[in-house]
Nanobody
Framework: QVQLVESGGGLVQAGGSLRLSCAASGRTFSSVAMGWFRQAPGKEREFAARIDWRGASTYYADSVKGRFMISRDNAKNTVYLQMNNLKPEDTAVYYC?????????????????WGQGTQVTVSS
Protein backbone atom coordinates (compact mmCIF):
# COMPACT_ATOMS: atom_id res chain seq x y z
CA GLN A 1 0.00 0.00 0.00
CA VAL A 2 1.29 3.49 -0.90
CA GLN A 3 -0.27 6.76 0.22
CA LEU A 4 0.60 9.92 -1.67
CA VAL A 5 0.14 13.53 -0.57
CA GLU A 6 0.85 16.40 -2.95
CA SER A 7 1.72 19.96 -1.92
CA GLY A 8 3.12 23.14 -3.42
CA GLY A 9 0.32 24.19 -5.70
CA GLY A 10 -0.99 27.74 -5.85
CA LEU A 11 -1.61 30.81 -7.95
CA VAL A 12 1.24 32.18 -10.06
CA GLN A 13 1.58 34.63 -12.91
CA ALA A 14 2.53 33.48 -16.40
CA GLY A 15 6.28 33.06 -16.65
CA GLY A 16 6.58 32.18 -12.98
CA SER A 17 7.65 28.96 -11.27
CA LEU A 18 6.28 26.48 -8.77
CA ARG A 19 7.70 23.35 -7.20
CA LEU A 20 5.31 20.54 -6.41
CA SER A 21 6.14 17.85 -3.88
CA CYS A 22 4.61 14.44 -3.36
CA ALA A 23 5.30 12.68 -0.08
CA ALA A 24 4.84 8.93 -0.11
CA SER A 25 4.33 6.47 2.68
CA GLY A 26 4.91 2.77 2.31
CA ARG A 27 7.87 0.54 1.79
CA THR A 28 7.55 0.21 -1.98
CA PHE A 29 8.16 3.85 -2.94
CA SER A 30 11.84 3.43 -3.77
CA SER A 31 11.18 0.37 -5.93
CA VAL A 32 8.63 1.84 -8.34
CA ALA A 33 8.51 4.59 -10.92
CA MET A 34 6.56 7.76 -10.15
CA GLY A 35 4.57 10.03 -12.41
CA TRP A 36 2.88 13.40 -12.47
CA PHE A 37 -0.41 13.85 -14.29
CA ARG A 38 -2.69 16.84 -14.59
CA GLN A 39 -6.35 17.48 -15.23
CA ALA A 40 -7.77 20.77 -16.45
CA PRO A 41 -11.49 21.58 -16.06
CA GLY A 42 -13.56 19.65 -18.57
CA LYS A 43 -10.59 17.68 -19.85
CA GLU A 44 -9.17 14.20 -19.43
CA ARG A 45 -6.37 13.58 -16.97
CA GLU A 46 -3.15 13.74 -18.96
CA PHE A 47 0.42 12.64 -18.48
CA ALA A 48 3.04 15.27 -17.64
CA ALA A 49 6.21 13.51 -16.49
CA ARG A 50 7.57 10.29 -15.06
CA ILE A 51 10.77 9.12 -13.39
CA ASP A 52 12.04 5.59 -12.95
CA TRP A 53 12.65 3.96 -9.59
CA ARG A 54 16.30 5.06 -9.31
CA GLY A 55 15.83 8.54 -10.74
CA ALA A 56 18.07 7.67 -13.68
CA SER A 57 15.50 8.01 -16.43
CA THR A 58 12.87 10.69 -17.00
CA TYR A 59 10.26 11.27 -19.67
CA TYR A 60 8.05 14.28 -20.39
CA ALA A 61 4.99 15.17 -22.36
CA ASP A 62 5.80 17.43 -25.29
CA SER A 63 3.69 20.19 -23.75
CA VAL A 64 5.98 20.50 -20.70
CA LYS A 65 9.34 19.40 -22.10
CA GLY A 66 12.05 21.96 -21.45
CA ARG A 67 9.99 23.74 -18.78
CA PHE A 68 9.23 21.04 -16.17
CA MET A 69 11.67 18.78 -14.37
CA ILE A 70 10.78 15.70 -12.34
CA SER A 71 13.09 14.41 -9.63
CA ARG A 72 12.96 12.15 -6.59
CA ASP A 73 14.66 11.65 -3.26
CA ASN A 74 14.21 8.05 -2.20
CA ALA A 75 15.72 8.74 1.20
CA LYS A 76 12.86 11.17 1.83
CA ASN A 77 10.19 9.17 -0.01
CA THR A 78 9.41 12.27 -2.05
CA VAL A 79 9.03 13.09 -5.72
CA TYR A 80 9.14 16.63 -7.06
CA LEU A 81 7.96 18.52 -10.10
CA GLN A 82 9.78 21.79 -10.77
CA MET A 83 7.68 23.89 -13.12
CA ASN A 84 9.25 26.89 -14.83
CA ASN A 85 8.00 29.40 -17.39
CA LEU A 86 4.42 28.53 -16.51
CA LYS A 87 1.66 29.27 -18.99
CA PRO A 88 -2.09 29.75 -18.46
CA GLU A 89 -2.65 26.42 -20.23
CA ASP A 90 -0.74 24.71 -17.41
CA THR A 91 -3.66 25.48 -15.09
CA ALA A 92 -4.91 22.17 -13.73
CA VAL A 93 -5.08 19.90 -10.74
CA TYR A 94 -1.77 18.06 -10.55
CA TYR A 95 -1.65 14.46 -9.32
CA CYS A 96 1.30 12.29 -8.44
CA UNK A 97 1.02 8.57 -8.96
CA UNK A 98 2.98 5.44 -8.14
CA UNK A 99 3.55 3.03 -10.99
CA UNK A 100 3.17 -0.75 -10.98
CA UNK A 101 6.67 -1.15 -12.38
CA UNK A 102 10.20 0.20 -11.97
CA UNK A 103 10.08 2.11 -15.27
CA UNK A 104 6.57 3.52 -15.47
CA UNK A 105 5.00 4.96 -18.60
CA UNK A 106 2.76 7.74 -19.89
CA UNK A 107 -0.40 5.66 -19.44
CA UNK A 108 -2.72 6.11 -16.46
CA UNK A 109 -3.51 2.40 -16.26
CA UNK A 110 0.13 1.69 -15.43
CA UNK A 111 -0.25 3.56 -12.12
CA UNK A 112 -2.11 2.01 -9.23
CA UNK A 113 -1.80 4.62 -6.46
CA TRP A 114 -2.82 8.25 -6.75
CA GLY A 115 -2.71 11.31 -4.56
CA GLN A 116 -5.61 13.69 -4.02
CA GLY A 117 -4.13 16.39 -6.22
CA THR A 118 -2.98 19.99 -5.81
CA GLN A 119 -4.37 22.95 -7.73
CA VAL A 120 -2.08 25.01 -9.95
CA THR A 121 -3.51 28.21 -11.42
CA VAL A 122 -1.52 30.34 -13.84
CA SER A 123 -2.84 33.83 -14.53
CA SER A 124 -2.11 35.70 -17.75
Amino acid sequence: QVQLVESGGGLVQAGGSLRLSCAASGRTFSSVAMGWFRQAPGKEREFAARIDWRGASTYYADSVKGRFMISRDNAKNTVYLQMNNLKPEDTAVYYCAAARTTSGSRYRDDYNYWGQGTQVTVSS
